[in-house]
């Protein structure tokens, strides 16, 4: 167990729709990271936060946004959604330097049908 | 820019025999080095990594990995597989700043034969 957790672990929803993933990362963690995998494109980094605050942005299409609470928890909105848009999504979580050690969450597994 | 290749999509070893799973790597600046193993519906997990200390670097369930710069390399190797460590790794890099992105590489997938 790496202390990071994400719900849902499964979704399935249906073309154009909107949904939100969640993730708590572990405690005393600030940064928090998305990714993306999928068969064709492996896994893909999305976007971190630090603290709150947006620290650096990968291949996130614009349909998707996200952002960091106060109590630090993270939620990723896939919004428009494709049937491309099907894939595993992962959080992760790392102390302050950022570079350290990221601890995974299980994941949530979205079906775009 | 940073990037990773790892040769082989997909490794297969006879258990007991030598794991060697290769990572090369492009940085301009001096990297960090990371492998992940990511067991089936499970997320990734740290077995190693290299942050400019020691060269040889061990980790865990018995993996150990070098890096050398003049190959640009941080292979992945244990003396003898176990049925166990049949999953997906995943070599990758970073710069050393705390705004320094980690690029995953696309991973090997390590079966096992009994």
């Known amino acids: 167990d790496s202390g990071v957790t994400q719900t849902p672990k499964h979704l399935i929803t249906a073309t154009g729709q909107r949904v939100t993933l969640r993730c708590s990362p572990r405690?005393?963690?600030?940064?928090v990271y998305w990714y993306q995998q999928s068969l064709d494109q492996g896994l893909q980094f999305l976007i971190q936060?630090?603290?709150?605050?947006?620290?650096a942005k990968g291949n996130i299409l614009e349909r998707f946004s996200a952002q960091q609470f106060p109590d630090l928890h993270s939620e990723l909105n896939l919004s428009s959604l494709e049937l491309g848009d099907s894939a595993l999504y992962f959080c992760?979580?790392?102390?302050?330097?950022?570079?350290?050690?990221?601890?995974f969450g299980p994941g949530t597994r979205l079906t775009v049908l | 820019a940073q990037s990773v290749t790892q040769l082989g999509s997909h490794v297969s070893v006879s258990e007991g025999a030598l794991v060697l799973l290769r990572c090369n790597y492009s940085s301009s600046v001096p990297p960090y080095l990371f492998w992940y193993v990511q067991y089936p519906n499970q997320g990734l997990q740290l077995l190693l990594k290299?942050?400019?200390?020691?060269?040889l670097v061990k980790g865990i369930n018995g993996f150990e990995a070098e890096f050398k710069k003049s190959e640009t390399s941080f292979h992945l190797t244990k003396p003898s597989a176990h049925m166990s460590d049949a999953a997906e790794y995943f070599c990758a890099v970073s710069g050393q700043t705390s705004y320094d992105k980690v690029i995953f590489g696309p991973g090997t997938s390590l079966s096992v034969i009994p």
């Open positions: 290299y942050t400019s200390a020691a060269t």
């Open positions: 992760a979580s790392s102390d302050d330097r950022g570079t350290d050690t990221q601890y």
């Open positions: 936060y630090y603290n709150g605050e947006e620290r």
């Open positions: 405690s005393g963690d600030l940064s």
